[in-house]
C-alpha cells in the first residue's frame, strides 16, 4: 500500500486566503493610499497621487477600485464633540427582558432614534447591548436617561458609565 500526498493548487488556496483576509490582497500603493486617506480624505487627488508615487489618473482608479471593492465605504469630516457642545461621552451597557428576536429587533429599531447615539453593538455576556451615547453634559445625560432610555422597548436594566478621560478614540484602521 503506497501514501499518496494531496498538496492544495495555489491558485485556490491564495483565492481563499484574499477572501479570508480582504487587506492580503492590497499591494504597498493601496495600502499607502489608505492610510493617507484616513489621515485626511480631503486631500486633492493630485496630492495623494504624489504622496504615493504615482500618477493622477492611475490614484484615481485605485482609489475608486478601493470605494468598489467595498474596502472605503465613506468620506466623512470628524467632527469635534467638544466644540459641538456634546464633551460628555457615556458608555451604556443594556439587558433586555427577552432574548427574542422580536426583542431584539424593536431594540435596535428604537436606539437608532436615540439623540446623541454614536454607536449600538449586540455584545455577549452580562449585556446584550453596548451603546456609545454623546451629550453636553451631565444633566442633558440624565434627562435623556429618564425621558427616553429607560423606555427603549424590551428594556430590563441600563447600567451607564461616565467616561472620565478618553484615552484613545480613534477612526484609523490598521493596515
Same mark, same amino acid.
Given at each position: 500500500m503506497s501514501a499518496t500526498k494531496v498538496r492544495?493548487?495555489?491558485? $485556490?488556496? $491564495?483565492?481563499? +486566503?484574499? +477572501?479570508? =483576509?480582504?487587506? +492580503?490582497?492590497? =499591494?504597498?500603493? &493601496?495600502?499607502?493610499?489608505?492610510r493617507q486617506l484616513q489621515t485626511d480624505a480631503s486631500i486633492s487627488n493630485v496630492?495623494? %497621487?504624489a504622496k504615493v508615487k504615482l500618477s493622477a489618473p492611475a490614484c484615481l482608479r485605485r482609489v475608486e477600485r478601493l470605494k468598489e471593492s #467595498?474596502?472605503?465605504? !465613506?468620506?466623512v469630516a470628524l467632527i469635534d464633540p467638544k466644540a459641538a457642545g456634546a464633551g460628555?461621552? *457615556?458608555?451604556? !451597557? *443594556?439587558v433586555l427582558d427577552r432574548s427574542t428576536p422580536e426583542s431584539f %429587533? =424593536?431594540?435596535?429599531? %428604537?436606539?437608532q432614534k436615540v439623540p446623541g447615539c454614536m454607536e449600538c453593538h449586540?455584545? @455577549? #455576556?452580562?449585556? =446584550?447591548?453596548?451603546? @456609545?451615547?454623546? @451629550?453636553? &453634559?451631565? &444633566?442633558?445625560?440624565n434627562r435623556l436617561h429618564a425621558e427616553q432610555l429607560l423606555y427603549l422597548p424590551g428594556v430590563r436594566q441600563i447600567r451607564s458609565f461616565m467616561v472620565l478621560k478618553e484615552i484613545l478614540s480613534t477612526t484609523k484602521f490598521p493596515l
Amino acid at each position: 500500500m503506497s501514501a499518496t500526498k494531496v498538496r492544495s493548487a495555489p491558485a $485556490a488556496s $491564495a483565492a481563499a +486566503q484574499s +477572501q479570508a =483576509d480582504p487587506l +492580503q490582497s492590497l =499591494d504597498r500603493i &493601496d495600502r499607502a493610499i489608505l492610510r493617507q486617506l484616513q489621515t485626511d480624505a480631503s486631500i486633492s487627488n493630485v496630492a495623494l %497621487a504624489a504622496k504615493v508615487k504615482l500618477s493622477a489618473p492611475a490614484c484615481l482608479r485605485r482609489v475608486e477600485r478601493l470605494k468598489e471593492s #467595498g474596502l472605503i465605504r !465613506g468620506v466623512v469630516a470628524l467632527i469635534d464633540p467638544k466644540a459641538a457642545g456634546a464633551g460628555m461621552l *457615556v458608555i451604556i !451597557g *443594556v439587558v433586555l427582558d427577552r432574548s427574542t428576536p422580536e426583542s431584539f %429587533a =424593536d431594540f435596535e429599531k %428604537a436606539a437608532q432614534k436615540v439623540p446623541g447615539c454614536m454607536e449600538c453593538h449586540v455584545v @455577549t #455576556g452580562e449585556f =446584550d447591548y453596548f451603546m @456609545t451615547i454623546r @451629550t453636553r &453634559d451631565s &444633566d442633558s445625560f440624565n434627562r435623556l436617561h429618564a425621558e427616553q432610555l429607560l423606555y427603549l422597548p424590551g428594556v430590563r436594566q441600563i447600567r451607564s458609565f461616565m467616561v472620565l478621560k478618553e484615552i484613545l478614540s480613534t477612526t484609523k484602521f490598521p493596515l
